[in-house]
């Protein structure tokens, strides 16, 4: 940073008519003091005149003190100038020196806590550049296997001499990838208007048992044709309060990962109870589990774990994450002891 000068300080406006004040108010007293002792020159320190001199001196002392204070004080802002203006103009945000003075150490004070929320504003923007670039990435990636798929397939339903067999076989293929695809965005879609806070979610009344039937309607089918059972071991009238149509895209989403990682024949059970603290469902399958080093990002999104599938994406567990921490509960994941994922989802009730 530049030092500040004494020409530089001479050269301020106020300082200009902060002297100009001075000398005037010494002229006066000059001018003042030949009146009253018209025989007694100021210089004289003896006799009458000496009450003239020791008021000449008075002010000069005081003008070389307001004077210096005011130079080190406009220094330090000085100081302080080129601090903000070398952080405006460069990426990296360093503190500034803390001032010694009462006034522009409260000053000081203040602008650091400022650099500091901009160091971490600005830390947090870099970390969500890199996500997002990241996410783009694993979405295109993600969009682009289905894609790939039905440009093979619409080629082979174009060819002569196939069978109806086959051309139904192919359609069903276009349908199950067109399906997926059209869930991907509408995760995608919802996970955006979760992050812009943009859903209002409504806080009422809701029962376990209608939550939890709604949510196993959507996954019947697939469960059916895999052979797996659905066990419900919810308590009559236990419920939680919040909303029943996000909360359930929650659930829905947690129950059709347990599907998918649930062999033939599995069984997915799910368990509702409510006591004085809080309101908890319990969804848990007797599938492989979850690897160990998976379960601390297994909510992360577009996280894919060592035992996904071909077709799982990494989206739908992070979208059931993130309605249940914006409706104010806890939801956890972790293995059985006797084999297969548990996930817990909790709504605390308020006590005061």
């Known amino acids: 940073m530049k030092n500040y000068s004494v020409s530089q300080y001479i050269r301020n406006p106020e300082i200009k008519r902060e002297l100009a004040l001075y000398f005037a108010v010494g002229v006066m007293g000059v001018l003042g003091s030949l009146v009253v002792f018209p025989h007694a020159?100021?210089?004289?320190?003896?006799?009458?005149?000496?009450?003239?001199?020791g008021i000449v001196l008075m002010w000069a002392?005081?003008?070389?003190?307001?004077?210096?204070?005011?130079f080190c004080r406009y220094r330090k802002l000085s100081t302080l100038s080129d601090g903000i203006d070398a952080i405006l103009h460069r990426e990296e945000i360093t503190l500034l020196e803390r001032a010694e003075e009462g006034e522009l150490s409260i000053l000081e004070n203040e602008i650091n806590k400022l650099m500091i929320r901009l160091k971490e504003q600005n830390e947090e923007l870099r970390r969500q550049k890199t996500y997002l670039?990241?996410?783009?990435?694993?979405?295109?990636?993600q969009l682009r296997t289905p894609l790939t798929s039905m440009n093979l397939i619409f080629p082979m339903l174009a060819e002569e001499g196939i069978t109806e067999e086959k051309r139904q076989e192919y359609l069903w293929k276009l349908q199950s990838l067109l399906q997926k695809v059209q869930w991907m965005i509408d995760v995608l879609l919802k996970i955006s208007k979760l992050d812009a806070d943009a859903v209002h979610f409504l806080v009422q009344p809701c029962l376990f048992?209608?939550?939890?039937?709604?949510?196993?309607?959507?996954?019947?089918?697939?469960?059916?044709l895999k052979g797996q059972k659905l066990l419900l071991e919810i308590e009559e009238k236990a419920a939680f309060a919040g909303d029943i149509r996000w909360t359930g895209e929650a659930v829905v989403n947690i129950m059709k990962n347990c599907m998918e990682h649930t062999g033939e024949g599995g069984t997915i059970r799910v368990s509702g109870r409510e006591n004085a603290l809080f309101a908890e469902l319990v969804i848990e399958d007797n599938g492989p589990g979850i690897e160990k080093e998976d379960l601390p990002h297994i909510f992360e999104r577009f996280y894919k774990g060592k035992n996904s599938g071909e077709t799982s994406v990494g989206i739908g567990l992070a979208l059931a994450s993130m309605i249940i921490r914006k409706e104010a509960g806890m939801i956890s994941a972790e293995n059985r002891s006797e084999g297969g994922a548990r996930f817990r989802i909790r709504f605390y009730k308020d006590t005061v």
């Open 133 to 141: 670039a990241d996410s783009l990435a694993d979405l295109s990636h």
């Open 41 to 53: 020159p100021f210089w004289d320190i003896g006799g009458a005149a000496s009450e003239v001199s």
């Open 209 to 224: 048992e209608r939550l939890v039937r709604d949510a196993a309607a959507a996954i019947e089918i697939p469960m059916e």
């Open 61 to 70: 002392a005081a003008s070389v003190m307001h004077f210096g204070s005011s």
